[in-house]
């Protein structure tokens, strides 16, 4: 099994992009698709089935199942991740795991406690890194088969990670604003060092550097899917200056937030059945 791709949508509210996500499409010969919401409001379709999205919402596509996603309530709107996996030759094994997950359902409410575990397959998935390939992929397994074996286990969290996720919903609720350290640990009721110490473990970065993260992962969405210019969305992200933005974007992305709009307008006028790195 190979990990083709790992995207995180964040906020779907611009017009373009909520369109683009909504096409109705498929993925080829032994693709898989995993989708996990994280928030908002809307459908998805898979087949003839069609399911509410609701925090925690897991769904799993097939070789050439058409799928669609649609935001039922744009002052809600839907964030999510879609992990994308092709089994290679001789992988039957895997292949068997996947059928068997499609013939027994192919939704799941899993919570909204995996959040960092999808953030950690992106990471090490999509790394040059060979060992961390592996990694992800055996994380990706074992998740596999506890879904298949106790779906009904897989909705309970620790102290730890439910903390985790108030923080992270906190963050993503603050995109188009400012928040510090203080702001989040005084609503968590956690002192500073404890709540870094804790979000090091399982995010494996600092609590500030992920909330800039977030920043450009939504930057990067609006730049694909809206007109405003460069300087716009640095100051409706609240960022000092457009220098700042571009050399904040560019330390995370590699390219300028110039660049990275003309290379991924390209891409999603191109490209029908693969998902698209938004990130």
Not at 43 to 65: A, H, M, R
Not at 132 to 150: M, R
Not at 244 to 256: C, D, E, L
């Amino acid at each position: 099994m190979k990990i083709l791709d790992v995207v995180f949508v964040y906020q779907m509210i611009e017009e373009k992009e909520v369109k683009w996500h909504s096409r109705i499409h498929n993925h080829y010969e032994n693709e898989y698709e995993l989708h996990y919401f994280l928030q908002g409001e809307g459908t998805f379709q898979s087949g003839s089935s069609t399911y509410n999205i609701s925090k925690g919402s897991l769904f799993l596509t097939g070789p050439f199942e058409q799928h669609s996603i649609t935001s039922t309530n744009l002052k809600k709107p839907i964030t999510y991740y879609a992990l994308l996996l092709k089994v290679q030759k001789n992988d039957s094994d895997d292949e068997k795991l996947l059928q068997d997950e499609l013939h027994n359902s192919n939704y799941y409410n899993i919570g909204t406690n995996y959040r960092f575990f999808f953030e950690e397959i992106r990471e090490k998935g999509l790394s040059d890194k060979k060992n961390l390939n592996k990694s992800a992929l055996h994380q990706l397994l074992s998740f596999l088969y506890q879904l298949l074996e106790n779906p009904e286990e897989m909705n309970n969290g620790d102290r730890e990670n439910i903390h985790i996720e108030k923080a992270l919903m906190i963050m993503q609720n603050n995109i188009f604003s400012e928040i510090t350290l203080n702001d989040i640990t005084k609503k968590l009721k956690l002192t500073d060092s404890y709540f870094i110490r804790l979000f090091k473990k399982k995010m494996k970065t600092t609590p500030m550097k992920y909330y800039t993260k977030l920043k450009i992962e939504a930057a990067a969405s609006m730049l694909i899917s809206n007109s405003l210019l460069i300087y716009e969305i640095g100051e409706k992200l609240n960022f000092y200056s457009e220098f700042h933005f571009s050399r904040v974007f560019k330390n995370q992305t590699g390219v300028s937030p110039r660049q990275y709009r003309s290379d991924y307008r390209q891409i999603i006028g191109s490209k029908k059945h693969t998902i698209v790195n938004n990130t």
